[in-house]
């Protein structure tokens, strides 16, 4: 109850601040593993893809979750990905809940016989609500830690139905890409109050390259190799950097990263957050993979630090001499 308490209280003091609220998007702990929530020129970088991932923010207080499934394919005839992203959100014990569903299209062009580029565009409808009955004020709380009754609060409106957009760009070849990406290009208002709050603009910038260690049998056999990547976010005042080393030997894949950016403090708030720890392991074409946030800001012992899992299937994988995905 005493964490639950903490998420809801420190969620309505957001609430009063709604420009905070709608600042940032979820984020996630393994973006390569669930990248097209990064932009859609991801959509069918590896061929093709099934997944699912499941997010708990801070595990102490049980007042964050994301769920998110996708598919994305890559259609060789006319030389283009696919893909389609759902994504729900829940903040606050329920309090506040949004729901996405966003369709994606690439094109590969070709500039040489290794570096190939894809342009991106994404579009899709989004469903944000709140729950005037699990606001908390704090006049309802008693000294000895008693819920109170208090008279009904309705906001003007308790959900809101928006379409958005984003575009993004990648230049790669088979050991390297970098890329960048801008979404919430609609700039929509979505306060639930009789106030014209818009969503900030979101963008991104992202460059990864992995080194093979050992090649196995085969030219194109890379059992053995290290991926670094980096991806940086900015929404509103908000910026976010995350730099991940991720060693991959079948059947095994292990990662360590950093999330945050120091010595840059919006609004006076530490921007140094978690260190990442990820663990993953395929089964054939399936492959599981768990993350652990340690908080090594000041709500670590509050928020429990954060888990991610994610469950993908790939098919339709990269062929020998054809370059169009990035394997990793």
Not at 72 to 77: A, K, L, M, N, S
Not at 162 to 190: C, K, T
């Amino acid at each position: 109850m005493k964490y639950q308490l903490i998420a809801i209280i420190c969620f309505f003091t957001l609430l009063v601040n709604n420009n905070t609220l709608v600042a940032q998007d979820f984020l996630v702990s393994q973006p390569w593993s669930t990248n097209t929530t990064i932009g859609p020129s991801f959509a069918g970088l590896t061929g093709s893809r099934a997944f699912m991932a499941y997010r708990d923010q801070w595990s102490f207080m049980r007042g964050s979750q994301t769920l998110l499934a996708g598919f994305d394919h890559y259609y060789h005839p006319i030389q283009s990905s696919f893909g389609a992203v759902v994504a729900h959100s829940s903040y606050g014990g329920n309090l506040l809940t949004q729901t996405e569903l966003a369709f994606q299209y690439n094109y590969v062009a070709k500039i040489t016989d290794e570096w190939l580029f894809r342009p991106g565009i994404e579009f899709g409808p989004y469903y944000r609500a709140i729950d005037p009955s699990k606001f908390m004020f704090i006049d309802q709380i008693a000294l000895d830690g008693t819920i109170l009754p208090t008279s009904s609060f309705e906001p003007d409106e308790t959900s809101v139905l928006r379409f958005d957009a984003a575009v993004s760009f990648l230049l790669y070849n088979e050991f390297f890409f970098i890329g960048a990406g801008a979404d919430r290009l609609m700039s929509n208002d979505v306060s639930f109050a009789n106030t014209n709050t818009k969503t900030d603009l979101k963008f991104n910038a992202y460059m990864a390259g992995r080194i093979p260690m050992d090649r196995g049998m085969g030219k194109y056999a890379s059992y053995d190799d290290v991926t670094i990547a980096g991806l940086y976010q900015q929404q509103g005042l908000y910026q976010q950097m995350d730099l991940d080393v991720l060693y991959h030997r079948i059947p095994f894949e292990l990662g360590i990263g950093y999330r945050g950016i120091p010595f840059v403090s919006p609004q006076g708030l530490s921007n140094t957050d978690a260190l990442k720890l990820i663990f993953g392991y395929s089964f054939g074409d399936i492959v599981v993979s768990y993350s652990y946030d340690v908080s090594i800001s000041s709500l670590f012992n509050v928020s429990g630090g954060s888990h991610e899992l994610v469950l993908s299937y790939r098919f339709n994988q990269k062929k020998p001499n054809d370059v169009s995905f990035f394997c990793y």
